[in-house]
């Protein structure tokens, strides 16, 4: 079964290549949750956020990131182009994770195999796909988005901030896919015309 019931600690993260700033994921772990009767795991994800510095709380801050030069992340299947803010964590949870003085971009991977072992139909439409992560995490959101790109967006209140969230649905030849684009609320309205940007970039083999 895939990553049941997983926690990870992250401490200290430094962007130092632009000393961007200084933030720390205390925590980051997954619910687990039924489907007909089986569990499976998709990409509800929860951040707590302890100190999310940004390097200049100016009317630059959001200029400076998206003006940095583009670059391409590939993992297990998926590639997404971000800029080179953005350093690649190792994370257990996680089939990808990448990690700005601003952004968190994670992904995670659910093979149709392991979602067939779990009586579930492996060739559910992606909005069927996300409306099973909404139900069963009790998330207060809709669905909006095109067929073929299905996305919702959540926030929660965590460890004194307030983080909101937009979670991407994609689809490969074996897998489906839940890419999620996090930053703090305050910033998120300015910050999602870009995350859907980045989200065209994905491309899922």
């Known amino acids: 079964m895939l990553l049941q019931s997983v926690s ?18 205390s925590q980051y772990q997954l619910k687990q949750f039924r489907v007909n009767k089986t569990t499976i795991t998709v990409a509800t994800i929860i951040i707590v956020i302890v100190a999310f510095r940004f390097s200049a709380l100016s009317k630059n ?10 670059q391409e992340f590939s993992k297990a299947g998926m590639t997404i182009t971000l800029t080179q803010d953005f350093a ?7 089939t990808a994770a990448y990690i700005s003085s601003q952004y968190i971009v994670v992904s995670m991977k659910e093979e ?3 979602l067939e072992q779990n009586d579930v139909a492996a060739d559910i439409s992606l909005r069927e796909y996300a409306e099973c992560i909404i139900a069963n995490n009790e998330l207060d ?10 996305y919702f967006i959540y926030s929660q209140h965590l460890n004194g901030k307030d983080i909101s969230y937009l979670a991407v649905m994609f ?3 074996d897998a489906y896919w839940v890419v999620t684009f996090a930053c703090e609320t305050q910033y ?14 994905v491309k899922i083999s």
């Open 141 to 150: 959101t809709t669905i909006e988005g095109i067929e073929s790109q299905p």
């Open 171 to 173: 689809k490969g030849s």
């Open 112 to 114: 149709t195999q392991l």
């Open 88 to 94: 690649e964590k190792e994370v257990v949870s996680q």
């Open 188 to 201: 998120f309205a300015s910050s999602r015309e870009q995350f859907m940007k980045w989200a065209d970039t």
């Open 8 to 25: 990870f600690l992250i401490d200290n993260y430094r962007h130092d290549e632009n000393n961007a700033g200084n933030y720390t994921l």
């Open 61 to 70: 801050w959001f200029a400076d990131q998206t003006a940095s030069k583009p």
